[in-house]
């Protein structure tokens, strides 16, 4: 009889999350951010915010050196290009606490922002049917050259073998909710 294999710290962060990113992503769907440009533009201003408030995690030293390709990951600046697509200077931010920079809590920012990437196949094919893509007003829903899921196994790997005590993978799990909660407020807010 085989002994089952512990799952992996990605694997736990996925299960303690998994019931923030349905509801996230079914209040999307139902928010219909594809049905018109002009929905979109809402949704692309939510994912300005977010990824703008997570920019400074892909300068951060020692998350760089945890993460060699971290700074090709950050895509605030495709964001900023799909706004000059649809013709909108870029917004001010919103007032929100900044996001924490330690290495457990800034691993569950960018874990929900890795994973919107990954999920973003399904999107950019919406965005298509309303007139954006990967050349225009919808760059930051691009995949990575050399396939979505080889990127996110790359950054899961990373989560995986980070040295990190049991009260850190907590604040990394914390983080990833608040990140959740985080898009989701953004999402509540834009589309109001």
Not at 27 to 46: G, K, N, Q, S, T
Not at 60 to 68: N, Q, T, V
Not at 121 to 139: E, N, P, V, W
Request: hydrophobic share 50%.
């Amino acid at each position: 009889m085989s002994t089952p294999v512990p799952p992996t710290r990605s694997q736990r962060l996925k299960a303690a999350t998994t019931d923030l990113h349905d509801r996230l992503d079914a209040r999307i769907m139902a928010l219909d951010p594809f049905a018109a440009p002009e929905r979109y533009i809402r949704f692309l201003r939510v994912q300005q915010a977010f990824h703008d408030a997570l920019a400074p995690l892909h300068t951060e030293p020692a998350l760089r050196a945890l993460i060699p390709d971290l700074a090709e990951r950050d895509r605030s600046a495709a964001i900023a290009a799909d706004l000059r697509d649809v013709a909108l200077p870029p917004p001010a931010l919103p007032d929100a606490d900044p996001v924490p920079a330690d290495l457990p809590a800034a691993l569950g920012w960018l874990y929900v922002a890795e994973g919107s990437s990954l999920g973003a196949a399904f999107l950019i094919k919406a965005a298509q049917r309303i007139g954006f893509d990967s050349d225009h007003g919808a760059r930051h829903l691009a995949g990575h050259p050399n396939g979505r899921a080889a990127h996110w196994r790359r950054f899961t790997a990373v989560i995986d073998d980070a040295a990190m005590t049991d009260a850190e993978e907590a604040r990394m799990i914390d983080a990833a909710r608040a990140a959740f909660a985080r898009f989701r407020a953004l999402t509540e807010a834009a589309f109001a």
